[in-house]
């Protein structure tokens, strides 16, 4: 493990979907077979029906800012030293499900509560593609 | 649901001194805070039959401190997976196992080098595993940064302000500064707040509690058994753990929660309250976790002290002083006294309680609230005298 290295994101089976389409540039989500529920992160049974059938599709990657926090102290300070201040927030994906991701493009503090943001993509450590989002038109 | 009021009670204190660099070993933090709760309660090392513990990977298995303590039969050892959800949680748990038959006397610890040691603060693992393949990669690693994700969903919610948060801090050091034990005694006003620097927006370092290396230990038996001992029992009244439907894989896994701007007190109030059989109004005192100062202001609200969106007028009213209508954290809390994983809440609230607390003793007290726990899981406990 290098210690200058960002965490490298380990797939599991139940992620590898995930990762792999975002090394495609789409955003895969995992849902419900049975009742189409959407959910996030990818997991064994659907937590609405219990089912175990599960099918991935590619979700329109638009969404809205739920929260947000700007990082002036990162931890390690090796690693994130040069991000800073970077945002990290919570992004509620238009189909239904939340993530956490960075949001990119523009001043921290121009950032408000329920910002459009779309989805973007950006090299990670190795071979990882993180799914990243940036601004957009409200629609 | 907990439904053993008053049948158990808090016996024995124990705690080491709160450092930066304790100079020894975990393992011996936690039998020096274990044996001091078994002598403050006059029991003898052999009458001990149950330890119970919670831990990140940062502490010493309860087995450990059992054979180290030279406890001839620890027929009860557990240790919890858990950090400051859990204070209550293991204290509870104590009494369910006497009630069950399983144990007489039970030490409850928490032991930690959290600063010298492993320092919990301090990030995650860098493979990112688990929950942490959807977080880490984002810089999104320490638990300050979690929290301020919750911080600002409350105060886009509710318009809760930097100054109410400022307030916490400031009360709370001021209750340090009558607590020897205390970290952090030197007052702070609101210039100092808004001046010290931001580790993650919303939170400055003010709003952050201590890392401290150190100890815990109480020490619960039957009622009647704790009679027959040297101090005023300090009786369970109730409680409660748990949290929302979820609470994902571990504290810091968000994305699940549906409301961040509540946590998991709001889940456990009704049984909290209905297990002590009273309501917030009774309470004298409350020991509320403070690993950030947005923390206090969630759980009022969610444990009915105040209505949703309410939590940061209300502390910043002067409610929560020592003279005020809900004094809390009269030690000084994790923010100022020391941060033992909010263990070192319940030994403050018995001492309340017994009417040892010296010069931050709130007058006439006689029951206390504690608690533990600031995201999607926690523990809480009513005691009283
Ligand atoms: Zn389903």
Redesign the interface.
């Known amino acids: 493990?290098n210690?200058a290295?960002?965490?490298?994101?380990?797939?599991?089976s139940d992620?590898a979907p995930f990762w792999e389409g975002c090394r495609e540039h789409r955003l895969l989500i995992q849902r419900c077979a049975s009742c189409k529920t959407p959910r996030?992160?990818p997991m064994r049974a659907c937590?609405k029906c219990h089912s175990t059938l599960s099918e991935w599709f590619e979700a329109s990657g638009r969404g809205t800012v739920?929260?947000?926090?700007?990082?002036?102290?990162?931890?390690?300070r090796e690693v994130?030293g040069q991000?800073v201040?970077?945002v990290?927030a919570?992004i509620d994906l238009e189909e239904g499900v939340?993530?956490?991701?960075?949001i990119i493009g523009l001043d921290?503090r121009a950032i408000g509560?329920n910002m459009p943001v779309e989805v973007t993509f950006e090299p990670?450590?190795g071979d990882?593609v993180?799914p990243?989002f940036k601004p957009r038109e409200a629609p | 649901m907990f439904t053993l009021r008053d049948k158990y009670a808090i016996a024995g204190l124990g705690e080491t001194a709160y450092t930066k660099n304790s100079g020894t070993t975990v393992l011996n933090l936690a039998v020096e805070a274990c044996q001091k709760a078994a002598d403050d309660a006059g029991v003898p090392v052999e009458e001990i039959d149950g330890i119970i513990s919670y831990n990140f990977g940062d502490s010493v298995p309860a087995i450990a401190v059992a054979t180290a303590l030279g406890i001839p039969n620890a027929g009860y050892a557990v240790d919890f997976a858990g950090g400051g959800n859990a204070a209550n949680l293991i204290t509870l748990t104590a009494a369910a196992a006497i009630e069950a038959g399983l144990a007489k006397s039970v030490l409850c610890f928490r032991a930690m080098n959290g600063r010298s040691g492993f320092r919990l603060?301090?990030?995650?693992?860098?493979?990112?595993?688990?929950?942490?393949?959807?977080?880490?990669?984002?810089?999104?690693?320490?638990y300050p940064?979690a929290m301020?994700?919750?911080c600002?969903?409350h105060m886009?919610e509710y318009g809760t302000t930097a100054e109410q948060l400022g307030s916490v801090a400031i009360t709370f050091r001021e209750n340090a500064s009558l607590n020897e034990r205390a970290m952090q005694r030197e007052p702070i006003t609101m210039d100092d707040y808004m001046a010290s620097?931001?580790?993650?927006?919303?939170f400055r370092m003010l709003d952050i509690c201590l890392e401290t290396d150190g100890a815990c230990a109480v020490l619960v038996t039957k009622a009647e058994h704790a009679r027959d001992l040297r101090h005023t029992p300090v009786y369970i009244m109730g409680g409660a753990y748990g949290g929302g439907p979820?609470q994902g894989e571990d504290l810091f896994d968000?994305?699940?929660w549906p409301d961040?701007s509540q946590n998991y007190a709001a889940y456990i109030a009704d049984d909290l309250w209905r297990s002590a059989g009273i309501g917030p109004q009774d309470v004298d005192l409350a020991e509320i976790y403070d690993c950030f100062t947005y923390s206090v202001i969630m759980q009022l609200e969610g444990l009915g002290f105040c209505k949703p969106g309410e939590g940061g007028p209300f502390v910043a009213s002067g409610a929560i002083k020592r003279d005020g209508s809900l004094p809390l954290n009269t030690h000084g809390g994790l923010l100022s006294e020391a941060y033992i994983h909010g263990l070192n809440h319940v030994l403050e609230a018995v001492r309340q309680l017994r009417g040892e607390a010296g010069p931050r003793q709130i007058p006439g007290a006689e029951i206390a609230l504690t608690t533990a726990g600031a995201m999607t899981c926690g523990s809480a406990m009513v005691l009283r005298a």
Do not use: C
């Open positions: 493990m210690d290295s960002k965490p490298i994101p380990v797939a599991d992620s996030f992160p937590p739920y929260s947000w926090i700007v990082v002036q102290h990162p931890v390690p994130y991000d201040p970077y990290v919570l939340r993530m956490v991701s960075n921290p509560a990670g450590e990882v993180l990243k | 603060g301090g990030g995650r693992e860098f493979q990112a595993r688990g929950i942490t393949q959807y977080t880490a990669p984002f810089g999104w690693i320490t940064q301020a994700m919750w600002r969903r886009i620097r931001f580790i993650v927006e919303p979820n968000a994305i699940r961040h």
